[in-house]
């Protein structure tokens, strides 16, 4: 069962998706915590500042398929850790204007409230198949 409170971070976590879907690596940063993590197959970085999350999004973003117009995801799983710590996992896919995958991908994303405010302290992008509960 899914505390209210879950709806707070799932709408924290879709306008972070809008920002991303907008290409707009400003305003994705301002849904990250100061410090955090962005965990991908390839690499782990750490992002001390907000400056330095604009910068790695904005070289994610200059690295996409130049056909790519929005994120689907699936089903979102919230897992509550504590009343100010939660994990949204599930999986998604980089979609361009024929609905066809870009790039399929599981994420698992931990944030953090302070506040009223939910941030994200630790973007944790994997395989598709893999993640919690598979």
């Known amino acids: 069962m899914q505390h209210h409170e879950d709806s707070g971070v799932l709408e924290a976590f879709g306008q972070y998706t809008q920002a991303f879907q907008m290409l707009d690596a400003r305003a994705v940063a301002q849904h990250f915590h100061e410090p955090a993590f962005f965990i ?19 070289r994610v973003m ?7 117009v929005r994120t689907e995801f699936s089903p979102l799983s919230v897992h509550r850790l504590s009343d100010d ?15 066809e995958d870009l790039m399929p991908f599981g994420m698992t994303y931990t944030l953090r409230r302070i506040g009223q405010t ?17």
């Open 118 to 134: 939910w941030r994200i302290v630790v973007a944790a992008i994997h395989a598709a198949d893999g993640g919690p509960g598979r």
């Open 40 to 58: 991908t197959p390839k690499e782990v970085v750490c992002l001390p500042t907000i400056e330095t999350v604009e910068h790695t999004y904005a």
């Open 62 to 68: 200059a690295d996409m398929p130049p056909d790519y």
């Open 85 to 99: 710590l939660t994990m949204v996992s599930g999986s998604g896919a980089w979609k361009n204007a024929a609905n």
